[in-house]
C-alpha cells in the first residue's frame, strides 16, 4: 500500500508518496523487465490509477531529422485526442515539445524525470493537471538524486519501458545511447515502433516497427 506521504514543493495541495517494492500498488512489470534492478520503492505525485494504465512510452534522441519533428507533433496531437496515456521523461527537445502539447489535452501523463521527485519545484503548467487528476510524476530515484545526470536520464528510459505496455522512438541516432536502449527494448520483446524514413534505417533493421500512412495512429493507439 502507498505510504509516507509528505507535502510536494508548490502552490499545490499535491503530496509526494511513497510506493514500496512488495505494496499491492507497486507495478510487476518492473521486476518482470528490470529484475534485480528494479527500484525498491517510487516516489509519486499525481493519480495512481494511471500506473495500471496501458500506456505508451515516448523517447528521442536530443538531435532528431527535421523531416521527422513534424510529423512526430501531428502523432502527439492525434494520440492526445484519442486519449491514448503516454509516459516519458520529457526531456529531449522533441519530447518536451510532445509534452507541451499532450499537456494541452485531456488524456492521462505519465512524467519521469531523471531525478528525485523529492524537493523538486513543480512547473507551473503542471499543477492544474495534478490538481484535475490528468497528470502523474513519478521517480524511482532517492533524494539524493538532486539532478538528471546520463546514468539517471539513461536507467530513468529503461525505468519508463518497463512500465510502458508499447514504445515510440521517433528516431535514435545510430550509435546513440537511445539506439542501444532501443536494442534492449527489441530483447525485451517489447513493442516497438517508429517512423518509416530513411534516418530510421538502422532502427527499422534492428527490428523497430515502421509507422507510415493512416494506420500509424491506429497501431500507437492500441494496446
Given at each position: 500500500?502507498?505510504n509516507?506521504?509528505v507535502?510536494?514543493?508548490?502552490?499545490?495541495a499535491?503530496?509526494?508518496?511513497?510506493i514500496h517494492?512488495?505494496?499491492?500498488?507497486?507495478?510487476?512489470c518492473?521486476?518482470n523487465y528490470l529484475?534485480a534492478k528494479?527500484?525498491?520503492?517510487?516516489?509519486?505525485?499525481?493519480?495512481?490509477?494511471?500506473?495500471?494504465?496501458?500506456?505508451?512510452?515516448?523517447?528521442c534522441?536530443a538531435?532528431?531529422?527535421?523531416?521527422?519533428?513534424l510529423?512526430?507533433?501531428d502523432?502527439?496531437?492525434?494520440?492526445?485526442?484519442?486519449?491514448?496515456?503516454?509516459i516519458?521523461g520529457?526531456?529531449?527537445?522533441?519530447?518536451?515539445?510532445?509534452?507541451r502539447?499532450?499537456?494541452?489535452?485531456?488524456q492521462?501523463?505519465?512524467?519521469?524525470?531523471g531525478?528525485?521527485?523529492h524537493?523538486?519545484?513543480?512547473?507551473?503548467?503542471?499543477?492544474?493537471?495534478l490538481?484535475?487528476?490528468?497528470l502523474?510524476?513519478?521517480?524511482?530515484?532517492?533524494?539524493?538524486?538532486?539532478?538528471?545526470?546520463?546514468?539517471?536520464a539513461?536507467?530513468?528510459?529503461?525505468?519508463?519501458?518497463?512500465?510502458a505496455?508499447?514504445?515510440?522512438?521517433?528516431?535514435?541516432?545510430?550509435?546513440?545511447?537511445?539506439?542501444?536502449?532501443?536494442r534492449?527494448l527489441?530483447s525485451?520483446?517489447?513493442?516497438?515502433y517508429?517512423?518509416?524514413?530513411?534516418?530510421?534505417?538502422?532502427?527499422?533493421?534492428?527490428?523497430?516497427?515502421?509507422?507510415?500512412?493512416?494506420?500509424?495512429?491506429s497501431k500507437?493507439?492500441e494496446?
Amino acid at each position: 500500500m502507498a505510504n509516507d506521504s509528505v507535502p510536494a514543493r508548490g502552490r499545490m495541495a499535491s503530496t509526494l508518496t511513497w510506493i514500496h517494492h512488495g505494496d499491492s500498488t507497486y507495478p510487476s512489470c518492473l521486476d518482470n523487465y528490470l529484475g534485480a534492478k528494479a527500484p525498491k520503492r517510487l516516489a509519486t505525485v499525481g493519480n495512481h490509477d494511471f500506473l495500471k494504465s496501458k500506456a505508451l512510452a515516448l523517447v528521442c534522441s536530443a538531435k532528431c531529422p527535421g523531416n521527422l519533428i513534424l510529423q512526430t507533433y501531428d502523432l502527439a496531437r492525434a494520440l492526445c485526442e484519442m486519449g491514448v496515456t503516454i509516459i516519458g521523461g520529457f526531456h529531449s527537445p522533441m519530447e518536451r515539445e510532445c509534452l507541451r502539447i499532450l499537456l494541452r489535452g485531456k488524456q492521462p501523463t505519465i512524467l519521469c524525470p531523471g531525478r528525485t521527485l523529492h524537493g523538486m519545484r513543480l512547473p507551473k503548467e503542471y499543477r492544474s493537471h495534478l490538481d484535475e487528476g490528468r497528470l502523474l510524476l513519478v521517480s524511482p530515484f532517492s533524494e539524493r538524486h538532486r539532478r538528471p545526470t546520463i546514468e539517471t536520464a539513461l536507467y530513468r528510459n529503461h525505468f519508463v519501458a518497463a512500465l510502458a505496455d508499447r514504445v515510440f522512438v521517433p528516431y535514435a541516432a545510430p550509435s546513440s545511447k537511445t539506439f542501444e536502449f532501443c536494442r534492449v527494448l527489441i530483447s525485451w520483446h517489447k513493442p516497438l515502433y517508429t517512423l518509416a524514413n530513411e534516418a530510421n534505417a538502422q532502427l527499422l533493421a534492428l527490428g523497430a516497427q515502421p509507422l507510415d500512412g493512416p494506420r500509424a495512429v491506429s497501431k500507437l493507439s492500441e494496446g
